[in-house]
């Protein structure tokens, strides 16, 4: 594909040429703690602005978390959001922006998929948290190899004091190595591996605040000598609390073990 004539109704096609894509593949593969890239301005800025003001509210998002590790609303539950997030979905799932990704990341015939672990939406109300984790590994339906997280956020005139920002860790989950502010307009893109550690602590927002994102997730065939599957792994950070040190890897290790059973019973789960 040649890059300096991809078109696209909402992504901001005038940031991607062979020269910029050639910058970002070079900062996505010399990033720390692992590769990533961000993206300032990723979509058109009236695109932008008429998903921030029509951003379906969290009642209306068909998944609630709420537990010791993650609290959070989600929602992939496109038929009851206006059309516009459904068109960014298709455009984010598309081969010309999957080629784009490709190039940046160097992982070749990346694609994704028309479910809830293809495309969707995040919001958080205050004291939403989602605590450090890699995610799974394999999609438990497709027997496809997740690759890459990409994330947008619109959250306008977000505050420092508000938190929120996305935590990148290292390999040994014992220092925090990079903040991602959840600037408005702004895309993270990251290689999901086993030690993509990441996530973001409790908020602290007004009443009529939330954090509010667009997830979509890439996938490539199944690799050999590829980790055997796995669901999401949580781990605590060197500040949690002793009973939540002590809780999570019990958790994780009990969910985990059961899933991979019922998966190797041809049951799964979403």
Known sequence: MVFNKVVMELINSSLFNEVSIEQMRKSFAEAAPYKHLIIDGILKPGVAEELYDNFPNEALFNKKYKGVNEFKAEGSNFEDFPALFTQLKEELQGEKWCSVISAITGIDELFSVPDALGGGLHQGQNGSFLDIHIDFNIHA????HRRVNLLI???????????????LWNADMTHLDKKVFPEFNRCLIFETNEISYHGYAAIKVPQDVTRKSFYAYYYTELREGAAKYHDTVFKARPTDSAVKKALTPVKEGAKNFIKRQLRALGITFK
């Open 153 to 167: 956020f619109f959250n306008k005139n977000w505050k420092e004091e508000y938190g929120g920002h996305t935590e």
């Open 141 to 144: 339906d497709r027997g496809i």
